[in-house]
T-cell receptor, first 115, second 112 residues
Framework: DAGVIQSPRHEVTEMGQEVTLRCKPISGHDYLFWYRQTMMRGLELLIY????????DSGMPEDRFSAKMPNASFSTLKIQPSEPRDSAVYFC?????????????FGQGTRLTVV | TQLLEQSPQFLSIQEGENLTVYCNSS?????LQWYRQEPGEGPVLLVT?????EVKKLKRLTFQFGDARKDSSLHITAAQPGDTGLYLCAGESLGGYSTLTFGKGTMLLVSP
């Protein structure tokens, strides 16, 4: 398996624009997580899905953020409108079962810069 | 929110030295994991500990979970440049909410 695949790897956009980040989890994994990593705050969980259903989105910072998982092999994280403070590395991770007892596999991340 | 404090934040050592990094919390965790993250990559799982007092070894790395399951340590013997990276600890809260809380990490630089 190719692992968790995220696209794009890098995104530079202007403030106010819509940004869509994409993730393809490992086949057969039933959990999918979106994280954001910054120097100041570290790695923060934004939202996670179990069997394509959003379970906990309490980490989503604002209504500007939304995430979907239309099927088991694809998820998106959308920011509309984007702001400079959204600049961070966004990671998608998947696991077969709870990540605390199995292993969560992370993608390479999308580095987002909002200018 | 259950917080995990990692120390030190940054550590720069020479090849061959030993080191210990720490992960502490005031909360009890049902399990704790250590990850290593290299530049431009996502974190990669190193180990999971679930029992208070548990010790696990992975080659030159030794992981310990505190008796009260509130803290953990990672000891590296004879560090090598390939050990360079960001070491993150992550804990699952009691009750099993299927989510991990991550510390901010310890950045380790091992020079030849």
């Amino acid at each position: 398996d190719a692992g968790v695949i995220q696209s794009p790897r890098h995104e530079v956009t202007e403030m106010g624009q819509e940004v869509t980040l994409r993730c393809k989890p490992i086949s057969g994994h039933d959990y999918l997580f979106w994280y954001r990593q910054t120097m100041m705050r570290g790695l923060e969980l934004l939202i996670y899905f179990n069997n394509n259903v959003p379970i906990d989105d309490s980490g989503m910072p604002e209504d500007r953020f939304s995430a979907k998982m239309p099927n088991a092999s694809f998820s998106t994280l959308k920011i509309q409108p984007s702001e400079p403070r959204d600049s961070a590395v966004y990671f998608c991770a998947s696991s077969k079962g709870r990540p605390s007892v199995t292993e969560a596999f992370f993608g390479q991340g999308t580095r987002l810069t909002v200018v | 929110t259950q917080l995990l404090e990692q120390s030190p934040q940054f550590l720069s050592i020479q090849e061959g030295e030993n080191l210990t990094v720490y992960c502490n919390s005031s909360s009890v965790f049902s399990s704790l994991q250590w990850y290593r993250q290299e530049p431009g990559e996502g974190p990669v799982l190193l180990v999971t500990v679930v029992t208070g007092g548990e010790v696990k070894k992975l080659k030159r790395l030794t992981f310990q979970f505190g008796d009260a399951r509130k803290d953990s340590s990672l000891h590296i013997t004879a560090a090598q440049p390939g050990d360079t990276g960001l070491y993150l600890c992550a804990g699952e809260s009691l009750g099993g909410y299927s989510t991990l809380t991550f510390g901010k990490g310890t950045m380790l630089l091992v020079s030849p």
